[in-house]
């Protein structure tokens, strides 16, 4: 370790006889603070948020978030001032096209949902999809299970290549796959009716592998976008991270909001004004292909808009990587991971198994309400209205979460767990009385089915779907998402066998539990990343690779941002505010005298390599060349020497 003498601001002390602070000036400390340290983790005494005592951490938290929305209003209000448009600009620029290739999932997958009891319905193919006469029972069954494995596929093996060849190429080849399956989604039929099932089944079993691919891809280059590339963390990563991230991911749900639309309005064009059985088979036709036609004019677009306005989706990972000196697949990275994060894995993948049991279980209320309210009906047009309203109240869980979910008070951890638990309620009521909310207490039934579908969203839908990459390193974020969310399509599939061979109130009384298996396994292994700086996870994970982890101090293994399993194994014993403060100053040191090395390297034409002669501030780069021990003329005169030797 290298001393740098009596001046080293913070630095360990390595000689035992100098001042640590000596020489700092004022403003040189606040400069340090305001790097190190910023005001809205920090207070004026430089503690962090989650040392504070309760009390005053409320006081903190509450004070900054109500400044931050007032300069946020305020910013809103100029930007309406200058030009009245212009939010409507920003929020369609920074929520909308990122979570576009989402958005348009969310429309095609909910539309699977619709268009099959459309094809079973009275007058159209009822014989193929309800009776099963001419065409094979399996094969209808298919169609959900191939989907669902397609997505399977996807979010493994789009995971990995987003972390191999960048994230850019993934979110490109998503959206040509997408493309090219609503292609054959739109097109597909066969000689018979039965050939058309299969054709229909593999073309959703390919569109499925670009949807699976959307998950991992949105979602880590949604956050490292969020976070940046330099080397300094931003406020933006800090406040509203989870906000950026959500705010793409539910535009799944307005997806799924304007597919229901536009088949409503498509059935009563093409069936002369009138929603109502029995439909003709060229109306069905006509509805489903044209609904399937019109997400693929928005995906082509987004195959130009991926491939030529997002060039540097892929920086931070880069970065990453040049960092460890790994060019293709970090396999080393990987290993780490399973080693260090491997319990995580159970609160990412197993929660989100867990919520897509219930994300399925949502459903069974419906269907039964309907029956109890308006009778036994051929119409599509009811469930198609409820569906409506369902996807209006899951929007507002949609948002709800998105504005609340980067509160340092609520945050993720307490968010999921909540939200579970809220479905667990729902769901175990009318599992033990059902025969009472069937029939006479059927609005207390509506009521705890909309209320189900509001916790899902405001609760483990939106948390899994961020905490799935933002708990992991950036060289297997992918992965490790991909992973998840692929474990999560399995509980999804696990619903779809399941309920095959179960009774309705049976089903009330299986799924009730997943939501205290997930409520379980987040309490246990789920860290929580609320308030932390996505640098400091990284920072932390160069220690890790470098076989250094009790070397790390610093906030990523704070208690507040551990899981209950790792604080138990003792992983937040290192933890070390005042230490981990000089530990930064040391290698903000490093990495200016690296600079500068490569600067004088580069007058001598020795080096090729672009140096970034912007990290730090004037006040600091003015500090560190004032007491440094190795001033860049000892660096320069030795570079002179050697060339004049021929070295």
């Known amino acids: 370790m290298t001393d740098y003498g009596p001046a080293a601001p913070h630095g360990p002390d390595m000689s035992g006889h100098h001042n640590p602070i000596h020489e700092i000036t004022e403003n040189e400390r606040q400069i340090f603070q305001y790097l190190i340290r910023p005001d809205d983790s920090y207070d004026e005494h430089g503690v962090y948020w989650a040392d504070m005592p309760i009390g005053k951490r409320i006081k903190f938290v509450t004070n900054y978030d109500n400044a931050e929305a007032k300069r946020e209003l305020s910013a809103i209000g100029s930007m309406?001032?200058?030009?009245?448009?212009?939010?409507?600009?920003?929020?369609?620029?920074?929520?909308v096209l990122p979570g576009a290739g989402l958005g348009l999932e969310g429309y095609v997958l909910?539309?699977?949902?619709?268009?099959?009891?459309?094809?079973?319905?009275?007058?159209?193919?009822?014989?193929?999809?309800?009776?099963?006469?001419?065409?094979?029972?399996?094969?209808?069954?298919?169609?959900?299970?191939?989907?669902?494995?397609?997505?399977?596929?996807?979010?493994?093996?789009?995971?990995?290549?987003?972390?191999?060849?960048?994230?850019?190429?993934?979110?490109?080849?998503?959206?040509v796959i997408m493309f090219l399956g609503l292609i054959m989604l739109t097109a597909s039929w066969g000689t018979t009716q039965n050939g058309w099932v299969i054709c229909?089944?593999?073309?959703?079993?390919?569109?499925?592998?670009?949807?699976?691919?959307?998950?991992?891809?949105?979602?880590?280059?949604?956050?490292?976008?969020?976070?940046?590339?330099?080397?300094?963390?931003t406020k933006e990563d800090r406040l509203h991270r989870g906000r950026k991230v959500t705010s793409a991911f539910l535009m799944q749900g307005w997806g799924q909001f304007f597919n229901q639309v536009i088949l409503i309005l498509l059935l009563i064009i093409f069936h002369h004004g009138s929603g109502n059985a029995p439909y003709s088979q060229v109306a069905v036709q006509w509805t489903y292909r044209v609904s399937f036609a019109i997400p693929a004019v928005g995906t082509l677009w987004l195959v130009y808009y991926r491939t030529y306005k997002m060039r540097s989706a892929s920086k931070q990972l880069n970065a990453a990587k040049k960092k460890s000196k790994v060019t293709g697949y970090d396999t080393k990275s990987l290993k780490l991971t399973f080693t260090y994060f491997g319990p995580r894995l159970l609160a990412t993948a197993g929660g989100w198994y867990a919520n897509d049991i219930f994300f399925y279980g949502n459903k069974l209320f419906q269907s039964v309400f309907i029956t109890a309210i308006i009778g036994k009906t051929t119409s599509l047009m009811p469930n198609w209205l409820y569906n409506l309203v369902n996807i209006g109240v899951s929007l507002a869980g949609y948002y709800l979460a998105s504005f609340l979910i980067d509160n340092k008070l609520y945050g993720?951890?307490?968010?999921?767990?909540?939200?579970?638990?809220?479905?667990?309620?729902?769901?175990?009521?009318?599992?033990?009385?059902?025969?009472?909310?069937?029939?006479?207490g059927i609005h207390a039934f509506q009521a705890m089915y909309f209320l189900s579908s509001f916790f899902n969203q405001f609760g483990p839908n939106a948390v899994t779907f961020l905490v799935a990459a933002e708990v992991y390193p950036t060289p297997i974020r992918a992965t490790a998402h991909g992973f998840s969310a692929a474990?999560?399509?399995?509980?999804?599939?696990?619903?779809?066998?399941?309920?095959?061979?179960?009774?309705?109130?049976?089903?009330?009384?299986?799924?009730?539990?997943?939501?205290?298996?997930?409520?379980?396994?987040?309490?246990?292994?789920?860290?929580?990343?609320?308030?932390?700086?996505l640098k400091e996870q990284e920072r932390r994970w160069q220690y890790i690779r470098a076989g250094r982890e009790e070397d790390y101090h610093g906030v990523a293994v704070h208690p507040k941002h551990l899981s209950l399993y790792e604080r138990f194994r003792g992983v937040g014993k290192h933890y070390d505010a005042d230490l981990d403060y000089k530990q930064k100053i040391q290698e903000m040191r490093a990495e200016w005298e690296s600079n500068e090395s490569r600067r004088y390297a580069e007058k001598a034409g020795e080096d090729d390599d672009v140096f970034d002669d912007s990290l730090y501030s004037s006040g600091v780069s003015t500090y560190f060349e004032r007491t440094s021990q190795r001033p860049a003329m000892m660096h320069n005169e030795k570079v002179s020497d050697e060339s004049a030797n021929g070295v």
């Not at 298996?517 to 246990?524: A, D, E, K, R, S």
């Open 412 to 440: 993720r951890k307490n968010m999921q767990i909540v939200g579970f638990l809220m479905d667990f309620i729902f769901f175990v009521v009318p599992a033990f009385n059902y025969t009472y909310y069937s029939t006479t």
């Open 200 to 233: 229909y089944a593999w073309s959703l079993f390919f569109y499925g592998i670009g949807v699976g691919g959307e998950y991992p891809m949105t979602a880590t280059s949604g956050m490292e976008n969020a976070v940046g590339s330099g080397k300094i963390s």
């Open 110 to 175: 909910f539309s699977i949902g619709n268009v099959q009891p459309m094809f079973a319905a009275e007058g159209a193919f009822q014989t193929c999809w309800s009776t099963y006469k001419i065409c094979s029972e399996n094969w209808i069954a298919a169609v959900a299970y191939l989907e669902i494995i397609g997505i399977i596929v996807g979010q493994i093996l789009v995971g990995i290549l987003g972390d191999w060849l960048g994230r850019r190429w993934g979110l490109i080849q998503d959206a």
């Open 80 to 95: 309406t001032k200058a030009d009245p448009l212009s939010p409507i600009s920003y929020y369609f620029r920074n929520m």
């Open 487 to 533: 474990f999560g399509k399995l509980g999804a599939l696990t619903a779809a066998v399941m309920y095959s061979y179960i009774t309705t109130q049976q089903k009330f009384y299986v799924v009730p539990w997943f939501g205290l298996v997930g409520v379980i396994l987040t309490v246990v292994f789920l860290p929580d990343t609320t308030g932390l700086d």
